[in-house]
């Protein structure tokens, strides 16, 4: 088991910046990818980016490519994602997940991730 615990969201202007952080525990080998994803109100639970535990890989969705930025701890079993020139439609719950993906191209399936945190919230206003 691993769980996963997340932190770091809040309230900002467009254009600000936030660091979300997600602290993992328990069986962490098992899992060889972390990713976040974020839902909207209303819509459906999409991909953010993710990063392969072991190398250090990183993959975006296109919509935050350039603005946001996926890294690890190792020694704090945390992951973080750094996320600047936030606009209102980043809005939503952030979700950080834990998985074991076999190939890069498969890291934005949700269906890859066994865990997930509750979640923090991440409000952007125009």
């Known amino acids: 088991q691993v769980q996963l615990v997340e932190s770091g969201g809040g309230s900002v202007q467009a254009g600000g910046s936030l660091r979300l952080s997600c602290v993992a525990s328990?069986?962490?080998?098992?899992?060889?990818?972390m990713a976040w994803f974020r839902q909207a109100p209303g819509k459906e639970r999409d991909w953010v980016a993710a990063?392969?535990?072991?190398?250090?890989?990183?993959v975006y969705a296109g919509s935050v490519k350039g603005r946001f930025t996926i890294s690890q701890d190792n020694a704090k079993n945390t992951v973080y994602l750094q996320m600047i020139s936030l606009k209102p439609e980043d809005t939503g719950m952030y979700y950080c997940?834990?998985?074991?993906?076999?190939?890069?191209?498969?890291?934005?399936?949700?269906?890859?991730?066994?865990?997930w945190g509750q979640g923090t919230q991440v409000t952007v206003s125009s």
């Open positions: 328990g069986s962490t080998y098992s899992s060889n990818y």
């Open positions: 997940a834990a998985g074991s993906v076999q190939y890069y191209w498969d890291a934005a399936n949700p269906d890859q991730y066994n865990y």
């Open positions: 990063i392969n535990t072991g190398v250090g890989g990183t």
